[in-house]
């Protein structure tokens, strides 16, 4: 009799040590995918689409730069007939840009690397909007950029303008022409300048004379 309640025993034992294992193996899988679907949507990113008249060297994998700092890529390049579609991905669905806010494309660097830089152009209050991310239903009536928004891009910075125009100056500069219009120019000014100084000399003359004369008839009739 103590054998067989033994053996059952044992039994029960085995069973509730199972049932605990199982048990925990459940709760971890639960923990771990719960933690998992938090940390994919928190990482979660977004799209917008930025229309510019010129690639200005964009291409798949170009930064996209916030502030200066790294917050995604270009992914996609849509060429068009009146202009260039950039489909920009964002690393995450809680970097909230404002919707009043500048999309350039900029050549930065020693080697003229181009990269998307958003600069907001007023100041907002991020604290009235801590729930809010661009994913979520309320982005919509908040003050920043939701996803797949379609905005206007602009070119900026770009040094390959800046040579041209250089260029064109020093051009200018090495014009006969121009060294021609501006020597008269200087002699005509001078000219000027010497006919004002012999004007103004000649009305402080007159002037001069003018005060002596008014003195000599004052003094004739009062005395």
């Known amino acids: 009799m103590i054998d067989i309640f033994n053996f059952q025993y044992k039994h029960i034992k085995k069973y509730i040590y199972s049932f605990i294992s ?22 979660s990113g977004y799209k917008l689409f930025v229309e510019f008249s010129d690639v200005y060297g964009l291409k798949e ?8 700092i790294k917050i995604g890529y270009v ?38 690397d181009v990269v998307v830089s958003i600069t907001p152009l007023e100041l907002v209050n991020y604290s009235d909007n801590i729930l809010i991310n661009a994913l979520s239903k309320d982005c919509l009536k908040s003050p920043f950029l939701c996803s797949n928004f379609y905005l206007k891009g602009y070119r900026g910075l770009n040094y390959d303008d800046l040579v041209r125009a250089t260029t064109r100056i020093s051009q200018r500069f090495d014009d006969p022409r121009f060294f021609n219009l501006f020597y008269l120019f200087l002699q005509n000014s001078f000219h ?28 004739k009739y009062l005395s």
């Open 192 to 219: 000027i300048a010497d006919e004002t100084l012999f004007l103004i000399n000649n009305c402080s003359s007159f002037l001069y004379l003018s005060v002596e004369s008014i003195k000599l008839l004052l003094f």
């Open 75 to 112: 992914k996609h390049l849509n060429i068009q007939m009146n202009a260039v579609v950039v489909l920009l991905y964002i690393n995450s669905s809680n970097i909230l840009i404002p919707k009043n806010s500048v999309i350039e494309a900029n050549q930065v660097g020693l080697f003229n």
């Open 22 to 43: 199982l048990l925990t193996f459940v709760l971890f899988i639960i923990i771990f995918l719960s933690s998992f679907h938090f940390y994919i949507k928190k990482k």
């Open 61 to 68: 994998g170009t930064k996209v730069n916030f502030r200066g």
